[in-house]
């Protein structure tokens, strides 16, 4: 249990900004075991719940607008470098091995700003919409969902992906096991049942088409999977999960079906 422990405050210090962590140790601890990304998720999903809640009592896009500030106090920006990094190997040519390099390279190219810039616009656009939902329990659970989900993406990427060179993502990918994704699965579905409502399953779903879609991708530029495609796959499917549970609310999706 204490090990446990310590795993779970390494991956607070990992994924978060808290300083939470004891030193090194910690992290291999988490390392160990991974299958708690998505307590990571959960813990700091009810954090980012409950700030929304207080958020919510202002104007749409001032509640959106200092959320996002909280989230990035909260979250740092290590993903979102990683997504930044992600695009600008993706436009640029050549091998697998010059795409990397390209995406070792500390600084930001024009498809990297891009790409942050288009997923902040779609994470505050549905963040303003979430916040006109009125219902307090609603706005809570969509953003501990999406924390979840936005791991288990994450997870999942580290997991059915082969490791483009040795560095961070190769050190998580060979601790991993199918019983610890699973393990990780059962824990992500907590949350979405907090919504009582079956056509969760399409956030769930959509999730691991991008975990899916990131790791062919990444086997086409780099020949495999590296931390800026992990950590990208959680930017992405943020907001996206986000966006659908609004959709979810406000359009019949069964009519679709």
């Keep these: 249990m204490k090990n446990l422990f310590r795993g779970l405050r390494g991956g607070l210090a990992f994924e978060t900004t808290l300083s939470l962590s004891s030193g090194e140790e910690d992290f291999w601890k988490f390392v160990d075991r991974s299958f708690l990304f998505p307590v990571v998720g959960i813990i700091v999903g009810l954090l980012l719940g409950g700030v929304a809640i207080l958020f919510s009592y202002l104007p749409g896009a001032i509640s959106a607008g200092g959320f996002l500030v909280v989230f990035y106090l909260v979250c740092g920006i290590l ?4 997504l930044a990094d992600f695009a600008d190997g993706l436009v640029k040519g050549g091998s697998h091995s010059e795409r990397l ?21 779609l994470l505050f656009s549905a963040l303003v919409e979430l916040f006109s939902v009125n219902e307090l329990y609603r706005i809570f ?27 961070m993502a190769s050190t998580f990918m060979k601790k991993i096991n199918w019983r610890d994704w699973l393990v990780a699965l059962a824990i992500s579905l907590a949350p979405l049942a907090l919504f ?8 769930l779903v959509t999730t691991f ?21 992990a950590g990208a796959s959680g930017e992405i499917v943020r907001p996206l999960m986000i966006i659908i549970f609004i959709l979810i609310d406000k359009v019949n999706v069964l009519a679709f079906v």
Excluded: C, W
């Design 79 to 82: 993903h979102t470098d990683g």
């Design 101 to 121: 390099e390209v995406m070792k390279d500390e600084k930001t190219g024009a498809a990297g700003l891009v790409v942050i810039l288009v997923t902040n616009i």
């Design 141 to 167: 659970v969509v953003i501990l969902a999406a924390e979840v989900l936005s791991k288990l993406a994450m997870y999942s990427v580290l997991f059915f992906g082969g490791s483009a060179h040795q560095g």
């Design 196 to 203: 009582y409502d079956p056509l969760v399953i399409l956030p």
């Design 209 to 229: 088409l991008v975990s899916f879609g990131l790791v062919r991708l990444g086997n086409r530029v780099i020949g495999g999977i590296n931390g800026d495609i």
